[in-house]
């Protein structure tokens, strides 16, 4: 007879949509303001997204008491939090520890998205000579942006794109994009820096794989393999939860998918209030699942995730209930929201109120702001 594989735990019990919700609103610093570091904070979430500058700022505010613009622009100054592509490809602020764990797993993802997206343009080229003399002109504290490193690497290159070897590059070595490149309103063309300083090691191990779905369900969980898979873009993660399987708790949501978590998490109740929330474009709370129910309907859904596009949203007892924006004519800045389904009138007033506290945080001196909910 064959050996047999680990013992099934088995369930812990059904969760509701509303239990799951309240669990992942408690890890995301979302039920109530945290009293917590910045750094610490960031790392409770397990990265910030951060493809437009000020969305880590609009995260954090949302989450923590006595948050400040400093606050934040300190740490990334300081380089306790390094900004770099991770995630599903995209753009994030972590702290240096979840750096060094989370960007070697993602690895081959990210060698996934430039294959799909630049192969054809770099067709040719030795990608292991391109990275290693990508690090050579970024060493020694040399900053270039991507456009200035693009064209210094196609010099030896006749013929080829020197803006697919600026990206090429940006996906396949961890480079990291200092301050004031990511701090508050400043845009313009990505600096790269090199990363010899962090010690990262460039392939991960099993462990660090088991590290990262730790990681992942103490800011998201309770979770199946598809929610981790949706929120890091890595694939093979049925093995590394089987291995982690006698050490997690298991339950069952309402549709009887199977979810982990870990013994200790957080699980408040599902009647436990949710305050009213302005949630940034592209919040991982948002993003942390492939069955989104936790935290909007499907017809929502599809209003807020157009294409790859992440509307900004507004949180109303802990789901998604409205869609936000700001623009500013002359000296005036409005935010304007529009519900996505009815709101009572205690529901609008406190939408309206806490419209109000973002415009303080965010408006420029010498600014007059206003609010225009919708009907």
Same mark, same amino acid.
């Given at each position: 007879?064959?050996?047999?594989?680990?013992?099934?735990?088995?369930?812990?019990?059904?969760?509701?949509?509303?239990?799951?919700?309240?669990?992942?609103?408690?890890?995301?610093?979302?039920?109530?303001?945290?009293?917590?570091?910045?750094?610490?904070?960031?790392?409770?979430?397990?990265?910030?997204?951060?493809?437009?500058?000020?969305?880590?700022?609009?995260?954090?505010?949302?989450?923590?008491?006595?948050?400040?613009?400093?606050?934040?622009?300190?740490?990334?100054?300081?380089?306790?939090?390094?900004?770099?592509?991770?995630?599903? #490809?995209?753009?994030?602020?972590?702290?240096?520890?979840?750096?060094? =764990?989370? +960007? /070697?797993? @993602?690895?081959? &993802? *990210?060698? $996934?998205?430039?294959?799909?997206?630049?192969?054809?343009?770099?067709?040719?080229?030795?990608?292991?000579?391109?990275? #290693?003399?990508?690090?050579?002109?970024?060493?020694?504290?040399?900053? =270039?942006? +991507? /456009?200035? @490193?693009?064209? &210094? *690497?196609? $010099?030896?290159?006749?013929?080829?794109?020197?803006?697919?070897?600026?990206?090429?590059?940006?996906?396949?070595?961890?480079?990291?994009?200092?301050?004031?490149?990511?701090?508050?309103?400043?845009?313009?063309?990505?600096?790269?820096?090199?990363?010899?300083?962090?010690?990262?090691?460039?392939?991960?191990?099993?462990?660090?794989?088991?590290?990262?779905?730790?990681?992942?369900?103490?800011?998201?969980?309770?979770?199946?393999?598809?929610?981790?898979?949706?929120?890091?873009?890595?694939?093979?993660?049925?093995?590394?939860?089987?291995?982690?399987?006698?050490?997690?708790?298991?339950?069952?949501?309402?549709?009887?998918?199977?979810?982990?978590?870990?013994?200790?998490?957080?699980?408040?109740?599902?009647?436990?209030?949710?305050?009213?929330?302005?949630?940034?474009?592209?919040?991982?709370?948002?993003?942390?699942?492939?069955?989104?129910?936790?935290?909007?309907?499907?017809?929502?859904?599809?209003?807020?995730?157009?294409?790859?596009?992440?509307?900004?949203?507004?949180?109303?007892?802990?789901?998604?209930?409205?869609?936000?924006?700001?623009?500013?004519?002359?000296?005036?800045?409005?935010?304007?929201?529009?519900?996505?389904?009815?709101?009572?009138?205690?529901?609008?007033?406190?939408?309206?109120?806490?419209?109000?506290?973002?415009?303080?945080?965010?408006?420029?001196?010498?600014?007059?702001?206003?609010?225009?909910?919708?009907?």
């Amino acid at each position: 007879m064959g050996a047999r594989g680990p013992a099934r735990r088995p369930s812990s019990g059904v969760l509701s949509s509303r239990a799951l919700n309240r669990a992942l609103l408690e890890r995301q610093l979302l039920l109530r303001p945290a009293d917590l570091p910045v750094v610490t904070a960031v790392e409770q979430l397990l990265g910030l997204n951060a493809q437009d500058p000020n969305l880590p700022y609009l995260a954090l505010w949302n989450r923590l008491e006595r948050f400040t613009i400093r606050d934040l622009t300190a740490a990334i100054e300081d380089r306790t939090l390094v900004r770099s592509t991770m995630m599903r #490809a995209t753009q994030h602020l972590m702290s240096l520890p979840d750096f060094r =764990l989370v +960007r /070697p797993v @993602l690895a081959p &993802l *990210l060698r $996934r998205v430039q294959h799909n997206a630049f192969g054809r343009r770099t067709a040719g080229v030795d990608l292991d000579a391109l990275v #290693a003399e990508a690090r050579e002109l970024v060493a020694d504290g040399r900053v =270039l942006t +991507r /456009p200035e @490193l693009g064209k &210094l *690497l196609a $010099r030896r290159r006749p013929g080829a794109d020197p803006t697919a070897l600026g990206w090429t590059v940006q996906y396949l070595t961890p480079f990291v994009h200092p301050a004031p490149s990511g701090t508050w309103d400043v845009r313009g063309a990505t600096p790269f820096a090199g990363t010899e300083w962090i010690g990262m090691r460039m392939e991960a191990t099993d462990e660090d794989r088991r590290q990262l779905i730790r990681r992942y369900l103490a800011a998201f969980g309770p979770a199946t393999v598809a929610d981790a898979r949706a929120w890091s873009g890595v694939s093979g993660l049925r093995e590394v939860f089987e291995q982690l399987r006698t050490e997690l708790r298991l339950y069952a949501d309402e549709f009887g998918s199977e979810l982990f978590d870990l013994p200790d998490a957080p699980r408040p109740s599902a009647d436990i209030p949710a305050p009213v929330r302005f949630l940034p474009e592209f919040d991982a709370t948002l993003l942390g699942h492939t069955d989104r129910t936790r935290i909007m309907t499907d017809e929502v859904r599809a209003q807020v995730c157009v294409g790859a596009a992440i509307a900004a949203t507004v949180l109303v007892d802990g789901t998604v209930a409205a869609t936000w924006t700001r623009s500013r004519t002359d000296d005036v800045e409005l935010l304007r929201v529009r519900p996505l389904r009815p709101l009572s009138a205690t529901d609008r007033a406190e939408v309206e109120a806490e419209a109000h506290r973002l415009l303080a945080f965010t408006l420029p001196e010498n600014t007059r702001g206003d609010v225009w909910l919708l009907p």
